[in-house]
């Protein structure tokens, strides 16, 4: 026994197996214990002595397979997680296993096909044990992917069709590949045009090595069920090149019609193909069209609604007596975005309205003439013959409302209750509300009884990397938290330092000399919010460590980070009463947030701060009397594609504040903006809006280059802080529109929405200047940072809620801009122009909703050019709805 262990510490899996051959049942069962432990001996060692060890585990592989008696347990064994990196070839595994029986085998086989592909056993395992056992083929993912690899790799210059042919189990394992959930693991190995898994599977299919039907059948329905994003890459080639007979695609057309109603767009258009072609020959019948259409124009892809609708178009004029059945479905394009198809549809319902002879379904087209534009319904009326509508009541906009600031729940009494909420903090990266309330829970509990709180904190702490040993390099715990390279502390690492200095993992020493001279003394003004975050998480582990503070006063009174001046002024005279020392950063930090814009409970507060008889309440006192400081002067300046803006001094955050806090007050230039600095974050934007809650233009010029990347660099997340700085407080100024303005224009879905809602927030708070936000967009359009097709589908987002006028009066400012540039864009500078008729759709849109009229420079120019393209075409439908003649 001994020497098999040896042979396995040794990584000698060939003498691992000879040794075991020789041994009984039972020796190699009560070899087991020893196996595992030595495992668990592997498994557990640091990382950079793995390397001296991985040699064993083949041959570990090996011993742990042939001493487990059950197939179950030898297969576990096989495929552990540990095992896959450093496995034994399949030729020593299928030796060892050699003297099992048949059945043990294909209970093996199955167990291990049967593990997810990414446990990664290897196929030549699987396929022997299949092979000397005589089981069926067990068609799991693990096997296809397996097989799909092996017939890919495995065989130099032969082609893949004959690799195919020479499979003994072809039929079942196609089939399986038609029932795998995701290609993905293997879909470059399946290429294109000849040579390919699909020429050779139609080819097997052509000469009967494949049945027909089935394969088809079994293309049609992984189609229909979907599966990966580009599956389809796959089956849908490998439909076409079977080429389906005109009967075999009549068979199915409830298949394409599901197709092509919800499938993605290659197949629906696949699907399309084949209708039309039914259509055209006589071989659909109308019912079964209309149902077609039906889904079809409900679809957002234009190309496909366009075409269904130009077949509806050849079906109507060669059977006109279809139009009871068909107009009803063309009538389901009348709620489609884009107005042009919108005309399409009711000028095919114009052109065939008098063979409507069946009322229910003049009725159901009438109804959905509601869905049309303005001007189309008009026309819509006259078609169908129908009353002229009622004048239309005058429009109302209607915003969402804004939300509104919460005050959050005070800390938890209980310090198990406080624990939970930090590790939730740690695992999620929750709000700010959230983390100021652990932050303060941290200062009371440590001030009341620190030991009680290392206990509670206990299984949190515990999963801590700077609870465990050194491990992978890591630098000591004294260099991490410390104010060296590793630049500013964030907010989960600033938490972090909390939690280990309760374990007096750090010195004060440290701390202190993080306090007076950080990593971020330097010229990065952009980042000075940054450094009063990190000072202020070394202030309070300082202080737990040597001071404990009976509760924090930068605390917020509500969920934006204000906090009320009577709330202060309360907490201060619980310092006076107890005796404690005032923070100079957390006092720093509270004046900052504290509210002056309420000038009545500003005064009274101040007031009650001066007769506390304390240094701390006289210096509150003055600032509540003094109010809000005036913004700094500021200009605009470009940097490549992006403006930006440019800020003065605030002397009022210059004086009286640590050295950290005077940063926030420095003069700020696009130089600040454009360099680049390590310390830098987009999860910590929401914290510095809430370090000063009614000076929101001063965080907004620092956050617009970071927003800009949103729109300029297609950065995911750079504008995520846009609703917070939209319910933030202080004036909306031309730093905080311009940042809206970029997010409008951000590449990604969500940073899109979150800048919609930042509009939709300022405007029903009544701070949106959409004469400037639009003038901004345009010129953001114009050099380039901001694409017109992003910016009018975030439009349209917004106009989708009610918010017609906004979004016109915004657009009305940008479009002259616009419109300007397009004789320059016809001659070669597509930037404007790609993408302004989509401009010009949402804003025709909102200006028919809103009832707007007047004139918008240039829009006539535009109006005027030939064709009909959809700039044109849409500059014409504007122009119409805001002629006031017209409209009357």
Excluded at 20 to 44: G, I
Excluded at 130 to 146: I, K, L, N
Excluded at 449 to 463: G, I, W
Aim: charge should be neutral; hydrophobic fraction near 45%.
């Amino acid at each position: 026994m001994s020497a098999v262990l040896d042979a396995v510490r040794a990584g000698r899996a060939g003498e691992t197996e000879l040794l075991l051959r020789s041994l009984p049942d039972a020796e190699r069962r009560s070899l087991l214990p020893e196996l595992k432990k030595l495992r668990k001996e592997v498994r557990d060692l640091p990382w950079e002595q793995r390397s001296r060890v991985e040699r064993m585990y083949p041959a570990l592989q090996v011993a742990g397979a042939m001493c487990h008696s059950g197939a179950a347990a030898a297969a576990t064994w096989i495929a552990g997680s540990d095992m896959r990196w450093r496995q034994a070839p399949a030729e020593t595994l299928l030796r060892a296993l050699a003297g099992r029986d048949t059945g043990w085998q294909a209970d093996a086989a199955r167990r291990l096909a049967g593990r997810p592909v990414s446990a990664d056993v290897p196929f030549a395992l699987m396929a022997g044990l299949v092979q000397r056992s005589g089981c069926e083929v067990p068609v799991t993912d693990a096997y296809v992917v397996g097989w799909v690899r092996h017939v890919g790799h495995g065989w130099g210059r032969v082609p893949l069709v004959d690799r195919l042919r020479a499979e003994p189990d072809l039929v079942p394992l196609v089939n399986g590949l038609f029932e795998f959930s995701d290609l993905g693991e293997v879909r470059w190995l399946f290429g294109d045009g000849p040579g390919s898994w699909q020429s050779a599977l139609a080819e097997l299919t052509r000469t009967g090595e494949l049945d027909r039907a089935a394969v088809v059948d079994a293309c049609v329905a992984r189609l229909l069920r979907g599966g990966g994003p580009t599956d389809h890459r796959v089956f849908l080639p490998l439909l076409v090149q079977l080429a389906l007979t005109r009967e075999e695609e009549r068979d199915r057309v409830a298949d394409w019609t599901a197709l092509a109603r919800d499938a993605v767009s290659p197949v629906a258009a696949h699907a399309q193909t084949v209708l039309a072609a039914l259509a055209l020959d006589g071989r659909l019948a109308a019912g079964q069209l209309a149902e077609a259409s039906e889904g079809v124009l409900f679809r957002s892809e234009k190309k496909l609604v366009r075409a269904q609708l130009v077949l509806l178009g050849k079906v109507l004029a060669g059977t006109p007596d279809a139009a009871p059945q068909l107009l009803p479905a063309v009538a389901q394009a009348f709620g489609h975005e884009d107005t042009q198809v919108q005309e399409r549809a009711l000028k095919l319902v114009e052109r065939h309205a008098k063979r409507l002879d069946d009322p229910a379904a003049r009725s159901g087209i009438a109804e959905a003439a509601d869905r049309l534009s303005p001007a189309l319904r008009t026309r819509a009326t006259g078609a169908l013959g129908l009353a002229p509508a009622a004048a239309p009541e005058a429009y109302a906009e209607v915003l969402p409302p804004a939300p509104e600031p919460f005050r959050p729940e005070p800390a938890p009494d209980s310090a198990v209750e406080l624990a939970e909420e930090i590790g939730a903090l740690l695992a999620s990266d929750g709000d700010v509300a959230s983390f100021e309330r652990a932050l303060d829970g941290l200062a009371r509990h440590a001030y009341r009884d620190r030991d009680a709180l290392r206990a509670a904190l206990e299984p949190v702490a515990a999963t801590r990397w700077w609870r465990q040993p050194d491990v992978m390099g890591r630098l000591h715990v004294e260099d991490y938290f410390g104010p060296g390279r590793r630049g500013l502390l964030d907010a989960e690492r600033g938490l972090e330092l909390v939690l280990a200095e309760l374990y007096e993992l750090v010195s004060p020493a440290t701390l202190l000399a993080g306090l007076r001279k950080g990593p971020a003394d330097h010229d990065c003004a952009r980042h000075a919010f940054s450094r009063v975050m990190d000072v202020r998480f070394r202030e309070l582990a300082h202080r737990i460590r040597t001071d404990p503070q009976p509760l924090l006063l930068a605390t917020p009174s509500w969920s934006t980070g204000l906090l009320e001046p009577d709330d202060l002024v309360d907490r201060l005279d619980t310092y006076r009463r107890l005796g404690a020392r005032v923070g100079e950063v957390d006092f720093a930090q509270a004046l900052l947030r504290v509210r002056r814009g309420d000038r009545a409970a500003a005064l009274a507060a101040a007031r009650r701060a001066s007769g506390l008889g304390m240094p701390e309440g006289e210096r509150l006192a003055r600032l509540l009397s003094a109010g809000a400081p005036a913004l700094p002067a500021s200009h605009r300046r470009t940097s490549g594609p992006r403006v930006l803006i440019e800020s003065g001094e605030v002397p009022a955050l210059r004086t009286g504040f640590p050295e950290a806090f005077r940063r926030l007050g420095l003069p700020f230039t696009v130089s600040d903006a454009v360099r680049y600095c390590y310390h830098w974050g987009h999860e910590n934007h929401r914290h510095w809006l809430a370090t000063l809650p009614e000076l929101r233009e001063l965080v907004a010029v620092r956050l617009a280059h970071d927003v800009s990347e949103a729109a300029v660099d297609d950065e995911r997340g750079a504008a995520a802080a846009l609703p917070l700085l939209a319910e933030s407080g202080g004036a909306a100024g031309e730093s905080t529109l311009l940042c809206v303005a970029y997010g409008l224009g951000a590449r990604h879905p969500e940073d899109r929405l979150a800048a919609v809602d930042a509009l939709l927030v300022l405007a029903a708070r009544g701070q949106l200047d959409a004469e400037r936000l639009g003038a901004d967009l345009g010129q953001l359009v114009r050099r380039g940072a901001v694409k017109p097709l992003r910016l009018a589908e975030s439009a349209r987002t917004a106009a989708a809620t009610g918010a017609n006028t906004t979004i016109w009066e915004m657009l009305r400012h940008a479009l002259p801009v616009l419109l300007a540039d397009l004789p320059a864009a016809g001659a070669g500078t597509p930037g404007a122009a790609r993408g302004l008729g989509e401009l010009l759709s949402v804003a025709a849109e909102c200006a028919e909703r809103c009832g707007a009229r007047g004139a918008v420079p240039h829009l006539a120019r535009a109006a005027a050019r030939r064709g009909s393209s959809r700039l044109a075409v849409q500059a014409r439908r504007l122009r119409d709805a805001l002629d006031t003649e017209a409209a009357a």
